[in-house]
């Protein structure tokens, strides 16, 4: 098969269950060998303690074999929290001792024999230090024996750290730190590379333990954390003194208990059903969610006065609201079976359609509203050569 330039090209993936998609940018003939960087990194890093280490594979998810483990280096204390920069270059590791590491150009690793350190229980030169390793392991902070409990790296800049510990009374005075210069710093026992952000005054933070940070995805100054009491956060993290105040949500619902986790939905629209949506795990009170700031699904949104929603890989739903009847319009580079789904925001799977073969060229699929309630619905478009997604609104 010939692909003309500008031909969308599906790859599949070993580590991925979705294909890479990859925009031609010249032609590629029978033999031709495209090679294409993949943005998506099935990295896996885990720690113990001591010697034990952290350790990292490559092939979290080839399941196709049995991963080849790491041993990036050794520990003061036991680990307890992980956090990647976004590039994958970084791995930031807090421990029960208080002290806190980074390991540096993982990027750069291949396999045990650049990215192992060697040693007993070791793939690379087991019994001895491996001379070929790459990793950079540098202490980066102390934290006087407090239990570090949270990290969290800002979403594009590897330099901003937030760090959270836990403890009571005055051996924590501060149980937030904030660094601007994280992936760049010279080593430290201390927290020399590190600002407290506990603030001051009537909106500081309260003196109590503090079991995990976020940095919001789309805001990288709010910084969200739960506490022994809740959540709290704070608008500006990177002002001197922050201003913290009590999140228990637009009800009031939320319970004044431990919460021991937050995490957030990184990924955009155009990928997943639910971006940017927060959880929590409080303790006795179950698992909350906040859709506080939930992106769009989809790509390319509407502007205020269309009436047709059209997306860069191709897919656009008008009329968009619909009423009775739409139609689903998309282009295929190459004849391909195609699979049209159309889910409700929850999640739950409305209506199946299967296209069979179609041509190359632009495709116009008519649907009927007659099913479907009022309300706001995603479409997902699935062949070998498309992958693509959207939304669309019915009003009744």
């Known amino acids: 098969m010939i692909y003309a330039s500008g031909s969308n090209v599906s790859i599949t993936r070993a580590d991925y269950a979705y294909p890479l998609n990859f925009t031609t940018t010249s032609q590629i003939e029978p033999g031709d060998t495209l090679m294409v960087p993949d943005p998506f990194q099935s990295k896996l890093a885990v720690g113990f303690n001591g010697t034990n280490g952290v350790w990292m594979t490559k092939g979290a998810l080839n399941f196709s074999g049995t991963p080849v483990w790491m041993r990036l280096g050794t520990l003061n204390g036991e680990a307890e929290e992980l956090a990647w920069s976004d590039d994958g270059d970084i791995l930031y590791v ?14 750069a690793v291949t396999d045990s024999t650049n990215g192992d350190i060697g ?27 407090n239990f570090i409990t949270g990290l969290s790296v800002h979403p594009t800049d ?26 760049t710093c010279a080593a ?62 637009s009800s009031s619902l939320f319970p004044n208990v431990p919460v021991f986790k ?59 609201p619909m009423n009775e009847r739409g139609t689903i319009a998309f282009d295929l580079a190459s004849s391909a079976d195609i699979t049209i789904s159309i889910y409700s925001l929850e999640g739950r799977l409305v209506k199946t359609i299967k296209t069979g073969k179609l041509n190359s060229g632009e495709q116009k699929i008519q649907i009927s509203t007659e099913e479907f309630s009022k309300g706001t619905y995603l479409v997902s478009i699935d062949g070998s050569a498309v992958h693509a997604t959207s939304k669309f609104v019915v009003v009744k």
């Open 262 to 320: 937050i995490r957030q939905q990184r990924r955009a629209g155009n990928e997943v059903y639910n971006p940017f949506v927060i959880y929590a795990a409080s303790h006795g009170r179950g698992a909350w969610k906040s859709e506080t700031y939930l992106g769009a699904v989809g790509i390319n949104e509407a502007s205020a006065n269309a009436f047709k929603s059209t997306s860069n890989s191709g897919i656009s739903v008008y009329p968009n």
């Open 158 to 183: 590897a330099n901003k750290l937030a760090v959270s510990l836990g403890g009571y009374g005055t051996g924590t005075p501060t149980h937030v730190y904030y660094s601007t210069t994280a992936a």
């Open 94 to 107: 807090g421990t029960s001792s208080g002290t806190l590491y980074r390991f540096s150009n993982l990027a």
């Open 119 to 145: 040693g007993a229980n070791t793939t690379a030169n087991p019994g001895s230090p491996n001379p070929n390793t790459i990793v950079v392991k540098t202490q980066i902070g102390g934290f006087s024996g």
């Open 188 to 249: 430290s026992t201390t927290t020399a590379n590190f600002a407290a952000k506990q603030g001051t005054g009537a909106s500081k933070l309260p003196a109590m333990p503090v079991y995990t940070v976020m940095i919001e995805q789309n805001d990288p100054k709010r910084l969200i954390i739960g506490t022994e009491s809740g959540v709290y956060s704070t608008p500006d993290i990177t002002v001197a003194n922050p201003v913290w105040s009590s999140e228990n949500g």
